[in-house]
């Protein structure tokens, strides 16, 4: 049990999740990523980082939540590697940090829960070891940890090209409701592009479409429904088939649009207002369709500090 003193030091960030509102891949390139253009949303569902101070050279983290078995704790844990990685870069050589996670977006479910964590550990760490040190600072040292971990830094509503990682805003106007469908089990990242290069996918265009960031610009619920696109579905969906029930069951109890996030297996539905997403959470909850539901907002901010 930490000292009263210590718990005083400690800094607390909360990180949101992300679903991908579209997703164009091309196919495998010579060093074995994908080029990719994705428009990120950050939505409410946050994971919560604490850091405390520690002796030198000790870094170590401890997790909490429903699937905080399913994660390393070790050198492994993307938080240990972000917190590792900014103090060897920053040549901090008394570095050492106590993380306590407390994980509430799944674990492999296609929302960048890792990614989120190793984003609060960076920005944490910063804040608890005194860094005078930019955004895009942490942002670039991210990028070495995770594609993904820019954009949970950074939040918002966001095109993500290269590997994802390099970011610009997108325009979006207005708040959307989601309802997530979770699964039972998580789905890997790297099988899903590996069916995807399997099934010969990504030939098609890496622009954005138009249509998806038209309608974030106008703030139409509708026409984002139908402009969702994800081209990891077919590889996701040929892994996991029962995907495909979970996605008829959300669209036909009044969801106006669905998409696989990432590389799945989370769902994530869009209703048009918050009280058809009370609707829909109460209804897909029912149904069985699905392993977990959960109502969230999106955009949100990317990592905070908490007060
Ligand atoms: P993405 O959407 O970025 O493709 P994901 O959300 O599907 O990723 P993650 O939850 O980030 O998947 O987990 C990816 C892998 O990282 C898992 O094998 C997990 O055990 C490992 N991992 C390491 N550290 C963490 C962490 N702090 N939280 C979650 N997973 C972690």
Not at 142 to 164: E, H, K, M, N
Request: glycine residues 12%; aromatic residues 4%.
């Amino acid at each position: 049990m930490a000292s009263p003193a210590i718990e005083d030091q400690s800094v607390r960030v909360r990180v949101a999740g992300k679903i991908n509102l579209t997703l164009r891949s091309g196919p495998r390139r010579a060093d074995g990523y994908h080029s990719l253009a994705t428009v990120f949303q950050a939505v409410s569902l946050f994971d919560e980082i604490e850091a405390a101070p520690a002796e030198p050279g000790e870094f170590t983290v401890t997790m909490h939540g429903d699937q905080a078995d399913q994660v390393p704790t070790g050198a492994d844990n993307l938080a240990i590697r972000a917190a590792r990685l900014l103090a060897k870069e920053v040549d901090h050589e008394d570095a050492g940090v106590n993380l306590v996670i407390r994980k509430s977006i799944p674990v492999t479910g296609g929302m960048a829960g890792g990614s989120a964590d190793a984003a609060g550990a960076l920005l944490a760490c910063s804040v608890l070891w005194d860094l005078d040190i930019t955004p895009d600072e942490l942002r670039v040292f991210g990028a070495q940890l995770g594609a993904d971990v820019p954009f949970c830094l950074a939040g918002g509503t966001a095109l993500g090209t290269d590997r994802g990682d390099r970011l610009v805003p997108v325009l979006s106007r207005g708040s959307y409701h989601w309802v997530l469908a979770f699964s039972d089990r998580g789905l890997s990242t790297p099988a899903v592009f590996g069916k995807f290069d399997e099934l010969g996918c990504g030939a098609g265009t890496l622009e954005p479409p138009e249509d998806l960031l038209n309608a974030l610009v106008s703030g139409d619920p509708v026409a984002l429904g139908k402009a969702l696109a994800n081209d990891l579905s077919e590889a996701a969906l040929a892994l996991r088939p029962d995907l495909g029930r979970v996605i008829e069951t959300g669209l036909e109890l009044g969801a106006i649009g669905s998409i696989i996030s990432g590389s799945g297996p989370t769902v994530a539905f869009l209703a048009p207002n918050e009280s058809a997403a009370v609707d829909l959470s109460v209804a897909l909850s029912g149904s069985g369709a699905c392993h977990g539901v959960r109502r969230v907002t999106g955009p949100v901010p990317g990592a905070r500090l908490l007060g």
